[in-house]
Every structure is written in structure tokens, then in C-alpha cells.
């Protein structure tokens, strides 16, 4: 219980982390849509290729859950990893633009690839998204942030007697426990949802 009392004080705490981060995404979203509707349809070949077999398995319900999974949960891993170097802080404002440029890219690219199918099919994945993918992001990268500036006040000797390691690592491990959670919702119910609504819209 103390590790989660103190991961609700930091989120009180972190707003404008919060909201710097949101903006990061959000910008990156809006840069992959636009570039989407900015590529000519010859560039879409290979990613349409890729997409129709992606909806074949899913109207058969052979998607691979595990690999769902670990490519939703990649671009957290990186941010984690890259809050424990020295020089983590432009690695992880990359990933989390990345994240939101690859979330735009996709969704602009499935409304031109496939019409009125891919906007109801971009729809769940936004649906996703924003209920359970982006809260994760927020969750673990606002974290990582805060981690990554308490190693360099670490390595510069300018902790305060209150701050501690292990109390620190714990609030980064309930962090990513609990993005992780929220990923793991977001893909069941993905891979719940996408069989019917591929076989509804692509009969």
C-alpha cells in the first residue's frame, strides 16, 4: 500500500509532466496523420499487403496474442530502459513522439487504404487507445521522467535525506506493473473485438 499512496501523491505532483507528455504524443499523432495523407498510394503497396493479411487473421481469429502484446508493450520497455541511462531524456521524448506519430500514421493510413471499413476499423483501434494505451504511456513515462531526473540529482549528490532508491525503484516498478496492466486490457479487448468487427466489415 505505501509505494501506491506515494504513486497517487507524485501524480498530483507531476501534472505538467503529465501534460508535457500529452502534448508530445499528441503532436507526434497529428505529424503521422499528416504524413499518411501526404504519401502517395504506391507507398501504401507493401503496408496494404501487410494489413489485409493482418484482417484475414483476425476474421479467423488467428491473431497472435503474444505478439499483439509485445508489440504494444515494446515502445514502454524502451522508455523504461532509456530512464536508466545518463542521457535516457532525448531517447524517451523520441519513443513517446513515436508512439503517437505511429498511432496517427496508422489510423490516417487505414481511413485512406480502406475508406469507410478502415475508419470503423480505426475506430477500435482508437477506442483502445485512448482508454487503455495512452493512460499507460502517461502512467510509465511520467514516471520515467521523474526516475531519470532522480539518478542525475543521484550521480550530482543532490538528493534530499527524504529521497531513496529503493523507494524510488519501487514507485518505477508499480508504475510499469500498472501501465502493463492497462496494455494487457487493451489488447485482450483488441483481440476480443477485431474477429467480429473484421468479419462484419470485410464479408
Known amino acids: ?19 508535457l507528455i500529452l502534448i508530445l504524443f499528441i503532436f507526434g499523432f497529428f505529424i503521422g496523420g499528416f504524413y499518411a495523407n501526404l504519401s502517395q498510394p504506391q507507398d501504401f503497396s507493401e503496408a496494404l499487403s501487410t ?10 481469429a488467428n491473431l497472435n496474442f503474444k505478439l499483439l502484446f509485445s508489440e504494444e508493450i515494446t515502445p514502454y520497455l524502451l522508455i523504461l530502459l532509456s530512464s536508466l541511462c545518463i542521457f535516457g531524456l532525448p ?12 498511432s496517427g500514421f496508422f489510423l490516417a493510413f487505414l481511413i485512406k487504404g480502406f475508406g ?3 475508419f470503423f ?3 477500435l483501434f482508437l477506442f483502445v487507445q485512448v482508454l487503455f494505451l495512452l493512460p499507460a504511456l502517461l502512467i510509465i513515462s511520467a514516471r520515467c521522467w521523474y526516475t531519470h531526473q ?22 518505477l516498478s508499480a ?5 502493463c496492466i492497462l496494455v494487457l486490457l487493451g489488447v ?12 462484419y466489415l470485410f464479408l
Open 121 to 123: 476499423l480505426g475506430g
Open 1 to 19: 500500500m505505501f509505494q501506491f499512496g506515494k504513486l497517487r501523491n507524485h501524480f498530483t505532483r507531476q501534472k505538467f509532466c503529465y501534460l
Open 175 to 179: 508504475s510499469f506493473l500498472l501501465g
Open 116 to 118: 469507410l471499413k478502415g
Open 51 to 60: 494489413a489485409e493479411q493482418f484482417i484475414s487473421s483476425s476474421k479467423n
Open 91 to 102: 531517447i524517451m521524448v523520441f519513443f513517446i513522439f513515436k508512439t503517437g506519430f505511429s
Open 150 to 171: 532522480f539518478l542525475l540529482c543521484a550521480i550530482t549528490h543532490r538528493l534530499s535525506p527524504k529521497q531513496s532508491l529503493k523507494n524510488e525503484l519501487l514507485l
Open 188 to 199: 485482450t479487448i483488441k483481440a476480443f473485438l477485431l474477429p467480429h468487427i473484421c468479419n
